[in-house]
């Protein structure tokens, strides 16, 4: 099992930033990708960005240039800038792990960023 807790959500202005953290705990040792999603009011959770393993970012266009993920062992971070209110959601962290070759997902519980224009 992992465990992810999340903090760093909030209200902000447009054009401002934030940073989002999920620290990780449990069987940490076979995390492979490590990332964020978020699902604002009447829409489908969609991918912001994930950071593999290895250190490989993907990101979703909307917050390319904006957004900058990272990791180290045990937490993955989010870094937003030049927030806008179309980036209002409830973000959250999402890291799989395979054991005995079966893919395993987790999800925090979810952290809110509001942002006001």
């Known amino acids: 099992q992992v465990q992810l807790v999340e903090s760093g959500g909030g209200l902000v202005q447009a054009g401002g930033s934030l940073r989002l953290s999920c620290a990780a705990s449990g069987s940490i040792f076979s995390i492979n990708a490590m990332g964020w999603y978020r699902q604002a009011p009447g829409k489908q959770r969609e991918l912001v960005a994930d950071?593999?393993?290895?250190?490989s970012t993907n990101y979703a266009d909307s917050v390319k240039g904006r957004f900058t993920i990272s990791r180290d062992i045990t937490t993955v971070y989010l870094q937003m800038n030049s927030l806008k209110p179309e980036d209002t959601a409830v973000y959250y962290c999402?890291?799989?792990?395979?054991?005995?070759?079966?893919?395993?997902?987790?999800w925090g519980q979810g952290t809110q960023v509001t942002v006001s224009s």
């Open positions: 999402h890291v799989d792990r395979f054991w005995r070759g079966v893919k395993y997902d987790y």
């Open positions: 950071i593999s393993s290895g250190g």
